[in-house]
């Protein structure tokens, strides 16, 4: 939760334009170390426009796909949630002298849901009139000294040096996750419509996915992560990936079912199509995902009451998947047809059943 107050607005003026505000402020950017740096798009004015600023700098792609009603993204709602969930707790923009009152409204509207602490960097020698305007609706204060404003720019570890960040994988290699297998089954669970606290999960008709070992969960979330700036879809994939559940069990949790506190995550399933409603433990490297989709859906309540994904976001979902390289196992070699084959198991089990069937069906009589 954010403070009650949050934190004072820092405002740097660098009157000569001076390079080294603008290097010490980039080399502070380091979003696992909770800071961000952000120098917006030249040539733009829009919210919108620095909201996908503000995705890009997180390490997102900017746009969120989907469908939204009147066709408006909920890039803000977006940006919010991953700064609360990451969590994110240092933000400094750049050129901030160039900010329309109503872009730097917008920060201070994140600045009072997150808690974060929001540095301006004015490079003039006095305020904009549209930043001063903004500025009067929030508690800030002024300073032009360089090593007070790197203390903002880095906050309490200001003479530490950002952890080194772990080696990156390559990119353009597939993992095959069992765990995706059920993605696209045909099963057809439905939602509660009555409040329901579900039982753990005792898995009755198919074995419960295997764990990720450490390395492959970094992975994992480092791509999710990176794949998509939707929170429901990226959580949709973490929760397939630690219950093994289809796209229509997914579609079934709403925001009530994601319990932060006991880190667990209720699915539902009235018909028993598989093993009832029933709730999944979520390992530490899912929580943030689940985190975001939760305050996502506070944010955005007009989109729907969905948590992780709604009827129309299946093809999204799979192509996020792919463009983060993850895929169920897949045909032998011989049988591929060069496309990722989501339905292969399903359709391999429903050849064996029909199979079965003609071995016991009677013969006609003559």
Do not use: N
């Not at 009603?69 to 400094?92: C, K, M």
């Not at 996915?209 to 990176?226: H, I, N, W, Y």
């Not at 995550?265 to 979520?282: E, K, Q």
């Not at 859906?297 to 979902?317: F, I, M």
């Amino acid at each position: 939760m954010p403070p009650a107050v949050p934190p004072s607005v820092a405002v740097v003026l660098d009157p000569g334009d001076d390079a080294i505000h603008t290097h010490t402020a980039l080399a502070a950017h380091h979003p696992p170390s909770g800071r961000i740096t952000l120098h917006p798009g030249p040539g733009t004015t829009s919210e919108t426009g620095l909201a996908h600023d503000l995705l890009a700098a997180l390490g997102k792609t900017p746009l969120l796909p989907g469908r939204f009603p009147a066709g408006r993204q909920p890039a803000w709602e977006a940006v919010t949630a991953w700064i609360t969930a990451l969590p994110v707790t240092r933000l400094t923009v750049l050129r901030a002298h160039r900010l329309t009152a109503r872009r730097t409204m917008r920060l201070l509207q994140l600045r009072a849901l997150t808690g974060i602490h929001l540095t301006l960097v004015c490079h003039r020698p006095h305020l904009p009139a549209a930043l001063h305007q903004a500025l009067q609706t929030a508690d800030y204060a002024i300073t032009a000294d360089f090593q007070a404003a790197r203390r903002h720019y880095y906050g309490t570890s200001a003479a530490e040096p950002p952890p080194a960040d772990a080696p990156a994988q390559p990119t353009d290699r597939w993992l095959t996750l069992p765990a995706l297998d059920r993605l696209v089954s045909y099963d057809s669970p439905t939602p509660c419509t009555a409040p329901c606290a579900p039982p753990p999960i005792v898995f009755r008709h198919r074995p419960p996915p295997a764990p990720l070992t450490g390395q492959t969960a970094r992975e994992v979330a480092r791509r999710l992560a990176a794949a998509t700036a939707h929170p429901r879809l990226a959580a949709a994939l973490a929760a397939a990936l630690f219950t093994g559940a289809s796209f229509q069990q997914l579609a079934t949790a709403r925001p009530g079912d994601y319990d932060d506190a006991t880190a667990t995550l209720a699915l539902h399933d009235r018909a028993r199509y598989t093993d009832g409603c029933a709730s999944h433990r979520v390992p530490p490297w899912a929580r943030v995902f689940l985190k975001a989709a939760v305050c996502f859906a506070r944010l955005a309540p007009g989109q729907d009451q969905h948590l992780l994904a709604g009827p129309h976001d299946r093809a999204h979902l799979l192509r996020v998947a792919e463009g983060a390289r993850l895929r169920p196992p897949q045909p032998p070699a011989d049988q591929r047809t060069g496309r990722i084959q989501w339905d292969w198991r399903e359709r391999k089990e429903a050849q064996r059943y029909d199979g079965m069937l003609t071995r016991h069906q009677i013969p006609p009589s003559r």
